[in-house]
């Protein structure tokens, strides 16, 4: 399984990379597009299934489908920069700020995880004492025999309702779009 999961992070660097190197738009939504569909089998591999259909309904078909519709309206390629970038002035100062902000992010998620427990570890405080609560007393407090139902359905309720909110949210603004952007036609 975890060499799944090293081809998986493999194929989103390549996608990742070819995504920002390419010239045309189309080409970079597309890539867009398959980087959240290989996002979503990462979730289905991690067994977060409810995770995995709406990264691929949002992430792969709405937003696709939004980029493609702005892209209607924007130049399809990217102009080429009329200046020369040397070596020494690479950067300007808005792009070393967003530089060194993202470096901080990454250097302060990456030391927030060092003191997380092992993955799998069975003595971890998920492991040891919800997951026994919410196989104990899933049925008794939700009716449900499927447990991932009790999570999601009960326990979860609010949050699956938010997932389920912003994803028809989503869908309702596409299709509003697409009807104006009709109707501007005519």
């Known amino acids: 399984m975890i060499a799944v999961d090293f081809l998986l992070l493999l194929l989103l660097v390549i996608i990742a990379v070819a995504a920002i190197s390419a010239k ?3 080409t970079s939504i ?25 990264e691929a309904a ?9 980029m493609i519709a702005v892209l209607t309206r924007v130049p399809r390629f990217e102009k080429e920069l009329t200046e020369q970038r040397h070596f020494f002035n690479l950067f300007n100062r808005s792009e070393l700020l967003a530089l060194a902000t993202v ?15 092992a993955f ?4 971890s405080p998920a492991n040891s004492y919800l997951s026994p609560e919410y196989i104990e007393r899933s ?9 991932v139902t009790a999570v999601l ?23 509003l779009l697409i009807r104006s952007y009709k109707n501007n036609e005519r």
Not at 103 to 117: A, F
């Open 24 to 26: 045309d738009i189309l």
């Open 30 to 54: 597309m890539l867009l597009g398959s980087y959240s569909l290989v996002i979503a089998m990462e979730w289905m591999l991690l067994n977060a299934v409810d995770v995995a259909f709406t």
């Open 58 to 66: 949002v992430g792969a078909g709405i937003s696709t489908i939004l």
């Open 103 to 117: 470096v901080l992010t990454g250097v302060l998620l990456i030391s927030g995880t060092w003191d997380m427990p």
């Open 120 to 123: 799998g570890d069975p003595n």
């Open 139 to 147: 049925y008794p407090q939700t009716g449900s025999h499927n447990i």
């Open 153 to 175: 359905a009960s326990y979860r309720g609010y949050d699956t309702l938010g997932e389920t909110t912003v994803v028809f949210t989503a869908a309702v603004c596409l299709v």
